[in-house]
């Protein structure tokens, strides 16, 4: 899977993560250059790592709190309704 994520937009800045929201990583090991939220349950915001070509390439998650007034790069149309359809294995 990978995310298009296209060029940059303009900065908007909000006190509470949602799921699609798309936030810079602040530097850390490894090529993960943005954060994506992929849910948001109860006080903590699970997210996958981007690289800067959209491929997932960490995961993370962080209290809600960590994200207050923080820039919000982009936002992923649809993927809080994102349905992929799992095969169970049968031995």
Same mark, same amino acid.
């Given at each position: 899977?990978?995310?298009?994520?296209?060029?940059?937009?303009?900065?908007?800045?909000?006190?509470?993560?949602?799921?699609? /929201?798309?936030?810079?990583?602040?530097?850390?090991?490894? +090529? +993960?250059?943005?954060? =994506?939220? $992929?849910?948001? =349950?109860?006080?903590?915001?699970?997210? =996958?790592? =981007?690289?800067? /070509?959209?491929?997932?390439?960490?995961t993370s998650?962080?209290?809600?709190?960590?994200?207050?007034?923080?820039?919000?790069?982009?936002?992923?149309?649809?993927?809080? $309704?994102? +349905?992929?359809?799992?095969?169970? /294995?049968? $031995?």
């Amino acid at each position: 899977m990978k995310i298009n994520i296209g060029k940059v937009p303009i900065c908007i800045s909000l006190d509470a993560p949602k799921v699609g /929201e798309v936030y810079r990583a602040k530097g850390g090991r490894g +090529t +993960t250059k943005f954060w =994506l939220v $992929a849910a948001v =349950l109860g006080n903590s915001s699970h997210l =996958l790592g =981007l690289d800067r /070509e959209g491929n997932i390439v960490s995961t993370s998650s962080y209290g809600n709190h960590a994200f207050a007034n923080r820039e919000i790069v982009g936002f992923v149309e649809g993927f809080d $309704a994102l +349905t992929l359809d799992m095969k169970w /294995e049968v $031995a």
